[in-house]
């Protein structure tokens, strides 16, 4: 089992940018895909990014491709969402998921939280305008 910690949080003005860590412990995270997502007072849960196991392959969501990218260094076992020209629309709760499924491979699959076994606690990101 993985335990995930989110860090890198915080308040930024319109237009700024934040790094958010993920930093696994229990297991290596080479084995698992990882994903990142955001949930707003009110809101559901939605999907921002996730990538494979590998590195490889990237999936973003609509809403911040272009300014968004997920990253992440398996020999230092964390994850990172980089977020530049942040929107207030963009506040909300960070959450980092894992999950080992091999055999998930479509975008729709990696955007859907039910397919992910594990999470962190969460990171608050309040972007001003």
């Known amino acids: 089992q993985v335990q995930l910690v989110e860090s890198g949080g915080g308040l930024v003005q319109y237009g700024g940018s934040l790094r958010l860590s993920c930093a696994a412990s229990g297991r290596t995270i080479s084995s698992y895909r990882m994903g990142w997502f955001r949930q707003a007072p009110g809101k559901e849960r939605e999907f921002v990014a996730a990538?494979?196991?590998?590195?490889?392959?990237?999936f973003y969501a609509d809403s911040v491709k272009g300014r968004f990218m997920t990253s992440r260094d398996n020999a230092k076992n964390t994850a990172y969402l980089q977020m530049n020209s942040l929107k207030p629309e963009d506040t909300a709760v960070y959450y980092c998921?894992?999950?080992?499924?091999?055999?998930?491979?479509?975008?729709?699959?990696?955007?859907?939280?039910?397919?992910?076994?594990?999470w962190g606690q969460g990171t608050q990101v309040t972007v001003s305008s």
């Open positions: 990538i494979s196991r590998s590195g490889g392959t990237t």
């Open positions: 998921a894992a999950d080992p499924d091999l055999t998930i491979i479509t975008y729709t699959a990696y955007a859907n939280h039910r397919k992910y076994d594990y």
